[in-house]
């Protein structure tokens, strides 16, 4: 059996984003479940709406999401060069090879005359080419002439009338479309670029691709791309497009619902908010895959060995950031307390927040899993830093009673005395206290939290005692004391 091989075939026509990602990553997953190779084509001939630094974003996104590839710009491989600006030649020699076997022509239509084409509601099709200016409607000689004298020309596919184009999808099943609603498309630009269409089935074929892995949205473009294979001669990949990404609340998931409702649409914002690339890959993974069992939390290597298309649904999928949000804790508490430091230190430097490594350790140790971003710690748990300024009035309203400022006023004076400040000791005296107040330990608990936190959840009491330390706690108290009263 040949190689699996599949392709990820960006237009650097802007920065990766979460729906190009999701390609991305189900073309690894299938390529790698079937021992296959993954290949990165970057699709640049569009040139007016090129964005320069589009590729390098797409590559360093891929990368962060531990998505390797076999072949690409960059690494090289068997078919390069894999940029579509570098291959012209190729493209350029094929569009004549289909006007040779009478697939293609060359047009040299004025945009007015396509207006008026477009103005009498006719595509330029079957029914209509022959009334325009090609090298269908002119003598041999006179079209050499015209070329030769270096006039503005398209080349167009000839679309054949009358016939039924029909692939099957692997998940969305059997797609037909007539050609009548298909017009004769461009196949090499006015400036000797290829179109998209040309170009990628050029490629797809002359790097052995078996396996074209897409969004929903490119669809309408496969009966196109099968025509095109039939007029090579050439045999077409297995064709799987994945389910479109809807935003929350219904409707395509575009850069503007998404900028509406909150959603980062670039790779590169999960990355400075401070996303877990594993959970950004579970989530996405599940953006239209289910495993078929309950199982949700999945590491990039465990999908690999789950994953089938066959699994992949033909429903459109819906973009829930509380989803992600809940995969993101998920990752982060499996997350081994090094990685973790490295995670969250950024968003410390970044909040002003400098302290040491030993420090940040036993307070990642303390929260690790009421994290669900790594930036929590510094805005959460920023407590865990600095005293706090203000303490929650709801709380103060609930566990502030009349008796609070003195119980806690007694309990820092027992942490000031410890000469061990161990968990077991803080719980000693706190009970012990209580016991002596004759009050419920809950009475010194919650005012005890308030005031070293300023909050009413938390981690548990003593090991947040422990971790503040025996100065930072007794000072803490004293201030509350003082501020509450
Ligand atoms: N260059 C196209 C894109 O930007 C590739 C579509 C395809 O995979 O054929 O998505």
């Known amino acids: 059996?040949?190689?699996?091989?599949?392709?990820?075939?960006?237009?650097?026509?802007?920065?990766?984003?979460?729906?190009?990602?999701?390609?991305?990553?189900?073309?690894?997953?299938?390529?790698?479940?079937?021992g296959g190779k993954l290949v990165l084509r970057i699709e640049d001939?569009?040139?007016?709406?090129?964005?320069?630094?589009?590729?390098?974003?797409?590559?360093?996104?891929?990368?962060?999401?531990?998505?390797?590839?076999?072949e690409s710009p960059m690494l090289g491989g068997p078919f390069a060069p894999y940029r579509q600006s570098e291959r012209q030649n190729l493209y350029r020699k094929h569009a004549e090879s289909l006007v040779d076997s009478g697939h293609a022509y060359y047009a040299f239509d004025s945009s007015d005359s396509i207006a008026e084409l477009r103005k009498r509601n006719k595509a330029y099709d079957a029914s209509t080419r022959l009334q325009m200016d090609n090298s269908l409607t002119h003598p041999k000689e006179v079209v050499s002439m015209r070329l030769e004298s270096g006039e503005e020309y398209v080349v167009r596919l000839c679309v054949p009338e009358d016939v039924t184009i029909q692939f099957d999808d692997l998940i969305k099943g059997a797609v037909k479309v007539d050609s009548a609603n298909i017009d004769d498309q461009v196949l090499v630009k006015s400036d000797g670029m290829p179109t998209y269409h040309l170009a990628n089935v050029v490629d797809d074929h002359h790097m052995a691709i078996t396996h074209v892995i897409r969004g929903d949205e490119w669809i309408p473009s496969t009966p196109k791309h099968i025509l095109l294979y039939q007029a090579f001669g050439w045999q077409p990949p297995a064709m799987a497009h994945l389910p479109l990404i809807l935003s929350p609340t219904g409707g395509k998931?575009?850069?503007?619902?998404?900028?509406?409702?909150?959603?980062p649409i670039n790779v590169s914002d999960y990355l400075s908010k401070g996303y877990e690339p594993q959970a950004v890959?579970?989530?996405?993974a599940l953006l239209g895959w289910n495993p078929g069992t309950e199982d949700e939390v999945?590491?990039?290597?465990?999908?690999?060995?789950?994953?089938?298309?066959?699994r992949v649904g033909s429903a459109p999928a819906k973009f829930d950031l509380d989803k992600?949000?809940?995969?993101?804790?998920?990752?982060?508490?499996?997350?081994?307390?090094?990685v973790l430091l490295e995670r969250v230190r950024p968003f410390l430097e970044e909040h002003g927040i400098a302290v040491q490594d030993a420090y940040i350790r036993k307070v990642c140790l303390l929260v690790h899993d009421r994290l669900q971003h790594a930036k929590d710690l510094a805005t959460n748990f920023s407590y865990c830093f600095a005293d706090p300024?203000?303490?929650?009035?709801?709380?103060?309203?609930?566990?502030?009673k009349s008796d609070a400022a003195s119980l806690v006023n007694d309990y820092s004076t027992r942490l000031d005395a410890l000469t061990s400040f161990s968990e077991d000791a803080l719980e000693f005296e706190l009970r012990d206290l209580a016991a002596s107040r004759k009050v419920g330990a809950g009475r010194i608990i919650h005012p005890v939290r308030l005031a070293v936190s300023g909050t009413t959840a938390g981690p548990g009491l003593f090991a947040l005692l422990r971790v503040l330390g025996q100065r930072t706690c007794v000072r803490r108290l004293r201030n509350a004391v003082t501020k509450l009263g």
């Open 389 to 400: 300024v203000t303490f929650d009035p709801k709380g103060v309203k609930k566990r502030w």
């Open 1 to 34: 059996m040949s190689v699996i091989r599949v392709r990820f075939a960006p237009s650097p026509t802007g920065y990766l984003h979460i729906g190009g990602l999701r390609t991305a990553l189900y073309c690894y997953l299938f390529a790698r479940s079937q």
């Open 324 to 338: 992600l949000n809940w995969f993101n804790a998920q990752h982060l508490r499996r997350l081994d307390i090094e």
């Open 298 to 310: 999945f590491t990039l290597e465990e999908l690999v060995s789950t994953f089938s298309l066959g």
């Open 281 to 284: 890959i579970n989530f996405l």
């Open 45 to 70: 001939t569009d040139r007016t709406r090129f964005v320069k630094d589009a590729e390098d974003d797409i590559v360093q996104n891929l990368a962060w999401c531990g998505l390797d590839v076999d």
């Open 253 to 263: 998931l575009s850069k503007r619902s998404a900028q509406r409702q909150g959603i």
